[in-house]
């Protein structure tokens, strides 16, 4: 649907404001955005969009700021979570973690991979897509997102978006890191508890009790035997299994624990559920012939608008088809701005796409600078030119996916 000459303005036009991108991106750092701390950042991205003249920006319950380009019946979701993990170590970075800092063709800070590219990306992509189309109306409505929050609770969100704000995309854009490749999966995960009940007695008398840590030792024992018995499925791998926290509780350091609790962290890969991960537990508990209980923890969280909300401790795998139409689309617009062939991909790491395509089968992919593993270290970096590649891919996309949607 666009010329080629047009796809050249559009490319050209984000190109001829390629050091108000980095600049932006560099401010986007200088804001930090502990996770449950975006106000600040919330506030300045939404100055942004109406001086990039958005059709319409706003401020949701929840906290997320969106900005809406287009109205057209196509819903198309950009979604980068503006909140960071906190820096503990701020000696061990090369330079300031809150500066911002270019330095040769590259720029350091927290955020710089995690994932701040993304939003500076869209701002101007949006920017070039809303100038170039000034009086003409768009086939599609694309909504850019800066959402809160997903460091503690990946995808709630968009569910929060999704559900309670009842916009729903038909296809959506993640900004986590994909060092210029398409993404389009990733494993699941979840938190589970067990815990086993004893009856204390006096340590002196300790015959007169039932020890609640001796009655979890097998479990344990058989939960670290099924971590290695778990299968690989590829692309995505093997699932894992890890106790990762114990605790008891006795009357005195002198008695016999009448409880004890184990917390767990569960990856899944494809064709692992919520299901089938208690299954799991629930056979080891059987085997062992102890009495126990398996359960999956609540997340109970505040946002920065004061919003409280629970999320369960289950955030299901997902991954989009090869030959979607969507990665299609994701494939031709990288090709076009890489000048190469696109690679495919998926993440090692939990995302948004946990809701959007987890929950609720939405087609979801990625796309964004920076190498996932530089994430949550003091190692943060991008590289500049990637950047600007990014934000060209942003403002082709909507209508390379158009034209796709149009021959399928
Ligand atoms: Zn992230």
Redesign the pocket.
Known sequence: MLSQSEKETIVSDVSSNQNALYNLLSQLIQIRSYTGEEEKIVRFIRTKMQEFEFDDVFIDSFGNIIGRIGKGPVTIFYDA?ID?VAVNDADAWPHPPFAGKMVDGKIYGRGA???KPAMAGYLMAGKAIRSYFKDRELPFSLFIIGSAM??DV?GYPLFHIIENEKIRPDFVIL???TNLSIYRGQRGRMELEIATKGKSAHGAHNEKGINAVYRMTPIISEIEKLDRRLPVRDPLGKGSITVSHIMSQSPSLCSVPDFCKIHIDRRLTLGETRESAMDELNTIIRSCGVDAEVSIPTYHGKSWTGQQFDQEAFFPTWMLEHDHPLTIAGLNTAGLVLNEAAQLGTWK?S??GVATAGRFKIPTIGFAPGREEL?HSSKEELVLADLLKAAHFYALFPFELMSILRKA
Do not use: I, K
């Open positions: 979570h960071t991979v995690d994932e997903e460091e990946d900004g986590e890191p790491f995302t948004n994430a």
